[in-house]
């Protein structure tokens, strides 16, 4: 199994250029969630689905959109990115039923910086 | 406010024991976790607790949970320098969602 994918794992954009941050799962997983990890922030929660057609906003949802048509993917998209948005962006999946046992499965990550 | 806090560094010796102490504030949290993060790399589940344990041990983790105080700890025996990496706890205030602390930066020297 993949696990969870995530593309591109670099990406540097101009103030005001919109772009989609990919993630993809292959576990049947039914949430998915994307956070975002800045220097001494932890990881802050930005939007999260409970299953296909289901979205709901996070701590930190304003600039960021994101839809939910299938099962495997939940991308992430930047409608004007702002230097505020430079971080490090985690895509994170689970079965809602055993979230303890098995907690999210992360991405690797996409670094983004936006000059 | 903060939910989950966490002391944000650690520096110990190899073959020390280590222990990384988190504080939250949602008493109707089910369960409560620890995850690893390596350098350039996502986050793994290290353990987990239910809110009704007090204590559990995983191999060379131990996690102690004291729900009056809503403090969690996580000790690692035998700390190695493979084990330097930034620990989160982590609370499921919220069914399917976790909200994490900061982080504790663990660094193991030789």
């Known amino acids: 199994n993949a696990g969870v994918t995530q593309t591109p794992k670099f990406q540097v954009l101009k103030t005001g250029q919109s772009m989609t941050l990919q993630c993809a799962q292959d576990?049947?997983?039914?949430?998915m969630s994307w956070y975002r990890q800045d220097p001494g922030m932890g990881l802050r929660l930005i939007h999260y689905s409970v299953g296909a057609g289901i979205t709901d906003q996070g701590e930190v949802p304003n600039g960021y959109n994101v839809s939910r048509s299938t099962t495997e993917d939940f991308p992430l998209r930047l409608l004007s990115a702002a230097p505020s948005q430079t971080s490090v962006y985690f895509c994170?999946?689970?079965?809602?039923?055993?979230?303890?046992?098995?907690?999210?499965?992360f991405g690797s990550g996409t670094r983004l910086t936006v000059v | 406010g903060e939910d989950v806090e966490q002391s944000l560094f650690l520096s110990v010796r190899e073959g020390d024991s280590s222990v990384i102490n988190c504080t939250y504030t949602d008493s109707s949290s089910t369960y409560l976790y620890w995850y690893k993060q390596e350098p350039g790399a996502g986050l793994q589940l290290l353990t987990y607790i239910f809110s009704n344990m007090d204590m559990k041990q995983d191999q060379r983790l131990t996690v102690l949970l004291n729900k009056k105080d809503k403090h969690l700890s996580l000790r690692i025996a035998d700390t190695q320098t493979g084990d330097s990496a930034i620990y989160f706890c982590?609370?499921?205030?919220?069914?399917?969602?976790?909200?994490f602390g900061k982080g504790t930066m663990l660094l193991v020297s030789p």
């Open positions: 994170a999946s689970s079965y809602q039923a055993n979230l303890a046992n098995y907690g999210y499965t």
């Open positions: 576990m049947n997983h039914e949430y």
């Open positions: 982590a609370e499921s205030p919220g069914y399917s969602t976790l909200t």
